[in-house]
């Protein structure tokens, strides 16, 4: 039962240009949702959150969309750059349940 | 700002040993937490601690045992490895109450021959 999940196990775009990351639950009791960055050998970066009262958060270059209706949220970067290329990972959490419940992540690939 | 720090970093180790891999956080912060990250997997749970001397179980914790004494530490140990439990683990720590990010040390990559 896979409660937080990105269909997309990767993604290219080129440098300058939007990458949109999407992530689905099926779990109505979140209310907190993340996104994190990896490298390889690293562990993960908190990279931006959204609070299930608000259906959008900015931080620079990234922007993070909730849909609640649709279960949804995307993590929109623009514009991508090259150093932005790494395994991007969406986690929720319920409550004062301070669980994360990860997604399997995507890999971005941004293309000079 | 050490912040989160893992040890060790890499490990090999034969089935039915024990092995403890250690995590220690320099912010004082309530929660810890441990995740294992395996291929198809993303991120699970193994355990988590919201104080000292309170742990609880994640959705991965069978073969696996935490304590923690001191608020800065949170060791995770193996009792008897299996070759299941390969995989790179990761510690992570939060502040206390309210929405707040994990922040993730770098993992100790273990492998169980």
């Known amino acids: 039962d896979q409660q937080v999940k990105q269909n997309s196990p990767s993604l290219s775009v080129q440098e300058g240009r939007i990458s949109i990351l999407n992530c689905d639950y099926t779990?109505?009791?979140?209310?907190?949702f993340l996104w994190y960055k990896k490298y390889p050998a690293e562990g993960p970066t908190f990279l931006i959150s959204?609070?299930?009262?608000?259906d959008k958060n900015e931080d620079g270059r990234f922007t993070v969309f909730l849909n609640k209706s649709a279960k949804h949220l995307s993590l929109h970067i623009v514009p991508s750059q090259p150093g932005d290329s790494a395994v991007y990972f969406c986690?929720?959490?319920?409550?004062?349940?301070?669980?994360?419940?990860f997604g399997k992540g995507t890999l971005l690939t941004v293309n000079p | 700002d050490a912040g989160i720090t893992q040890s060790p970093r890499y490990k090999i180790t034969e089935t039915g040993r024990q092995v403890t891999l250690m995590c220690h956080q320099t912010?004082?912060?309530?929660?810890m937490f441990w995740y294992r990250q395996d291929l198809g997997h993303g991120l699970r749970l193994i355990y988590y601690?919201?104080?000292?001397?309170?742990?609880d179980k994640g959705e991965v914790p069978d073969g696996y045992v935490v304590s923690r004494s001191k608020t800065e530490n949170f060791p995770l140990t193996l009792e008897s490895a299996t070759r299941s439990q390969t995989s790179v683990y990761f510690c992570?720590?939060?502040?206390?109450?309210?929405?707040?990010?994990?922040?993730f040390g770098d993992g100790t990559r273990l492998s169980i021959l």
């Open positions: 779990n109505s009791m979140f209310d907190y």
């Open positions: 959204i609070s299930s009262i608000k």
């Open positions: 992570a720590s939060r502040r206390g109450q309210g929405n707040q990010p994990q922040h």
């Open positions: 912010w004082s912060h309530s929660y």
């Open positions: 601690s919201a104080a000292a001397d309170i742990t």
């Open positions: 986690a929720a959490s319920a409550g004062s349940n301070y669980k994360l419940t």
